[in-house]
């Protein structure tokens, strides 16, 4: 199993731009979340899906949108992208509403936008 | 307002000294507690989850320590090895269920050998 797949790993955007950050697992998963993280300041969750059709904010979730049209895939679209979205975003997925299972992760997008 | 406060922000221990790693939260609904670990180009794993209604939590040469009065958790490695050094996240979730997790701000750990 491939897990969660997250693409491009890198990838610089001039301030305006859009780009859409794409996510993948093949656990079967219900849940999929984006988070960012900065340096220094944790893991903030940007967008989360309960299922397929199903999205809600999080924490941080101006400048950013999402859509689940299927249970593999939870692509996260930045629209004019801004010098304070430079980070690295993380996507990740988990079973549904039990706590013994962890939230799975992919190894990150790095952003940058100058 | 930050939820969850860890600290130290980072840790420089001798192999086979011990690690410790602290945690604060405010919210007294969380009632699921994970340590998530980070390799560097990596995504953060879980490393060892604790509930409220046990005090401490062993596996391997990990143990959470949880104080509910307190409102506090920690993460102690015992016998560090330079293998552990990476950033640990602790984080906190509650209605029963591991979404919509709530993580410190992290903390650098290098074991030096």
């Known amino acids: 199993n491939a897990g969660v797949t997250q693409t491009p790993k890198f990838r610089i955007l001039k301030i305006g731009q859009s780009m859409t950050l794409q996510c993948a697992q093949d656990m079967n998963h219900n849940y999929m979340y984006w988070y960012r993280q900065d340096p220094g300041m944790g893991l903030k969750l940007i967008y989360y899906?309960?299922?397929?059709?199903?999205?809600d904010k999080g924490e941080v979730p101006n400048g950013y949108n999402v859509s689940r049209s299927t249970t593999e895939d939870f692509p996260l679209r930045l629209e004019l992208a801004a010098p304070s979205q430079t980070s690295v975003y993380f996507c990740?997925?988990?079973?549904?509403?039990?706590?013994?299972?962890?939230?799975?992760f992919g190894d990150g997008t790095r952003l940058s936008i100058l | 307002q930050q939820q969850v406060k860890q600290s130290p922000q980072s840790l420089i221990v001798q192999k086979g000294g011990i690690s410790i790693i602290n945690c604060a939260y405010e919210n007294t609904a969380f009632d699921y507690f994970p340590w998530y670990q980070q390799f560097p180009g990596k995504g953060p794993a879980l490393l060892i989850a604790i509930r409220p209604d046990v005090s401490e939590k062993k596996e391997g040469r990990f143990t959470i320590s949880f104080n509910k009065s307190a409102k506090q958790f920690s993460l102690h490695i015992m016998d560090s090895q330079p293998g552990d050094s990476a950033t640990y996240f602790c984080a906190a979730s509650s209605g029963g269920s591991n979404y919509k997790l709530t993580f410190g701000k992290g903390t650098l750990l290098t074991v030096n050998p």
């Open positions: 899906s309960v299922g397929a059709g199903i999205t």
């Open positions: 990740a997925s988990s079973f549904l509403d039990s706590r013994n299972q962890p939230q799975h």
